[in-house]
């Protein structure tokens, strides 16, 4: 499996801006041997411009941020994936530790948006990941397989269509990344709980990222791990250059 660097804007960017990084992105990419996937999720407001460029290249991927469950209804402020999926859309960010935490969002509402996202032919990116404190009490296993099973119950057996993201939410931003040892444990950890659930072979095909203060020099350590196949990148896929140095250092791991 090629690996895969997704960019997480957050609530960042003007389209503008938005399209400044793109051109410059592409412009950069262009040069490469295509040998990793790569994807970019902007606000809903800024998926029209980069889809504009994107289209032109088709080697990156467009996603989005969230997605709710239904197609249409009283949903005030949601956006539904058939919505994303008119703008061309291609995945989506579900259950990410900010929405967990400022949000409200739980891992049953995640499984029911990501079942939604499936059938709008849209690939869910589902995050999971321990607290600071869950970390130090050692409850990390307990609860990242919590979270892991919740978050897929209702989705079709044996469908191997999603990509799980392990972000421990002490590593989000902060600058100190997980070492890729501790990483590793629990990317195998996840290996095992989809293997429990969908069965070893099917588990070796789900693209585990991990994300948490991801650069560019400390990418190709984490990648050279058995069970990381890519990276859900913040605040170092802001800038084009250290996007594009990232997935280069990345992806040769
Ligand atoms: P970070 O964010 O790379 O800025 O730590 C990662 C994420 O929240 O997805």
């Known amino acids: 499996m090629k690996p895969l660097f997704v960019a997480n804007w957050k609530m ?26 790569i994807g970019i999720a902007p606000t809903f407001t800024a998926i029209p411009v980069v889809r504009n460029i994107l289209s032109e290249s088709p080697g990156i991927m467009l996603g989005a941020q969230n997605a709710h469950w239904c197609e249409n209804g009283a ?16 995945f989506v960010i579900l259950g990410h530790s900010e929405r967990r935490q400022f949000y409200g969002e739980t891992s049953e509402n995640v499984s029911k948006r990501a079942k939604a996202a499936l059938s709008a032919h849209i690939k869910p990116i589902i995050c999971i990941g321990e607290t600071e404190s869950e970390f130090k009490e050692g409850k990390t296993r307990e609860v990242v397989k919590t979270q892991l099973i919740d978050s897929l119950k209702d989705l079709p057996d044996g ?14 931003g902060t600058g100190l990344a997980a070492t890729p040892e501790i990483a590793q444990n629990v990317h195998a950890l996840v290996r ?40 859900l990148v913040g605040g170092a896929s802001l800038e084009p250059k250290s996007f594009a140095e990232l997935i280069a250092n990345g992806r040769e791991a």
């Open 12 to 37: 960042n960017k003007l389209q503008a801006q938005a399209e400044e990084f793109c051109k410059e992105f592409v412009e950069i990419c262009a040069l490469k041997e295509d040998i990793a996937d």
């Open 75 to 90: 949903h005030t402020g949601e956006v539904s994936p058939q919505m994303l999926a008119e703008l061309g859309v291609e």
């Open 159 to 172: 469908n191997a269509n999603v990509i799980i993201a392990y972000e421990p939410i002490w590593a989000i």
């Open 192 to 231: 095992s709980g989809l293997g429990d659930l969908y069965g070893e072979g099917v588990a070796r095909e789900i693209t585990i990222l991990y994300g948490g203060s991801t650069k560019p020099n400390n990418i190709a350590e984490l990648m050279s791990q058995k069970d990381i196949d890519g990276a």
